[in-house]
């Protein structure tokens, strides 16, 4: 079996910083993009950003120049570091994995989801 689990939401005030953090476990063959989504209130999920398997990245223009995602391949693990964080970016910050599991297709994993509320 394949879990994608995060980590590291929380409540923080307007201007300041948080880390998600995303581990991949389990019966893994490969990893392609891995990114991060989220739901604010009454709204759709979103995509914020993305790396794929060799580091290319792509970002929401809402949150250029304020998150830089990154991964460590190695520990099947991608990141979210979030800066400058306006109470507009709170939401539910979800995982996504693009993984080739030992048995079985490429799909999309899903995490349980991480709150982050910023508060004004």
């Known amino acids: 079996q394949v879990q994608v689990v995060e980590s590291g939401g929380g409540l923080v005030q307007a201007g300041g910083s948080l880390r998600l953090s995303c581990v991949a476990s389990?019966?893994?063959?490969?990893?392609?993009?891995m990114g991060w989504y989220r739901q604010g209130p009454g709204k759709q999920r979103e995509l914020v950003a993305e790396v794929t398997s060799g580091g290319s990245t792509n970002a929401a223009d809402s949150v250029k120049g304020r998150f830089t995602i990154s991964r460590d391949n190695a520990k099947n693990t991608v990141y979210l570091q979030m800066n400058s964080l306006k109470p507009e970016d709170t939401a539910v910050y979800y995982c996504?994995?693009?993984?080739?599991?030992?048995?079985?297709?490429?799909?999309?994993?899903w995490g349980q989801g991480t709150q982050v509320t910023v508060s004004s």
């Open positions: 996504n994995a693009a993984i080739l599991p030992i048995r079985g297709p490429l799909s999309h994993y």
């Open positions: 389990g019966s893994i063959f490969s990893i392609n993009t």
